[in-house]
């Protein structure tokens, strides 16, 4: 697990942050970061760190949906997890390309998530659905999570 968002966290708990507004500030700050690396100038290095730093957020969700304690329904934590398995491809898929359109699809997410997070948890599963299905779901789509092996 990443220190760094183990940090976040401890950080927002002790402010009186609820995970929810820190997981938002969280995706936020991701957009951010990736709306940068898409602009004329931008670094090879600068844009591999701005995906890398997103896909360390979605590897802490990750985990997190895999916990046995994870209060959120079953079935928004199987969206989320689909979803996460979204960016990691997207992600991968624009490195190896260094294309930086292919960001402004995870910062849609990032942004439609954490809008999300600051209303009802129903509103985010709507909206998450929205934004990723297509006529049909994506290849490899998972459909429930185990957290046994």
Same mark, same amino acid.
């Given at each position: 697990? =990443? !220190?760094?968002?183990?940090? %976040?966290?401890?950080?927002?708990? $002790?402010? *009186? ?6 997981? %938002?500030?969280? @995706? ?6 990736? #709306?940068?690396? /898409? !602009?004329?100038?931008?670094?090879? !290095?600068?844009? *591999?760190? %701005?995906? /890398?730093?997103?896909? /360390?957020?979605?590897?802490?969700? !990750? +985990? &997190?949906?895999? #916990? ?8 928004? $934590? +199987?969206?989320?997890? =689909? @979803?996460?398995?979204? +960016?990691? $491809?997207?992600?991968?898929? %624009?490195?190896?390309? /260094? =294309? ?9 997410? =990032? ?7 600051? $209303?009802? +948890? ?7 659905? #929205?934004?990723?299905?297509? &006529? ?14």
């Amino acid at each position: 697990m =990443n !220190q760094d968002f183990h940090s %976040a966290y401890d950080t927002a708990q $002790k402010n *009186g942050i609820s995970s929810r507004e820190a997981e %938002a500030r969280g @995706l936020l700050s991701c957009a951010n970061i990736l #709306e940068a690396a /898409r !602009q004329p100038g931008c670094s090879r !290095q600068e844009f *591999g760190d %701005a995906i /890398r730093h997103n896909q /360390r957020l979605w590897t802490f969700f !990750q +985990v &997190s949906l895999c #916990e046995p304690e994870n209060p959120l329904p079953h079935d928004l $934590k +199987v969206l989320l997890f =689909n @979803l996460s398995c979204y +960016v990691d $491809k997207v992600s991968f898929r %624009a490195i190896s390309e /260094r =294309n930086p359109d292919l960001l402004r699809g995870l910062i849609n997410i =990032n942004r439609t998530l954490a809008s999300g997070l600051t $209303k009802q +948890v129903e509103g985010t599963a709507i909206a998450l659905q #929205e934004t990723m299905t297509p &006529s049909a779901p994506p290849e490899g789509m998972i459909t429930s999570i185990s957290t046994t092996a």
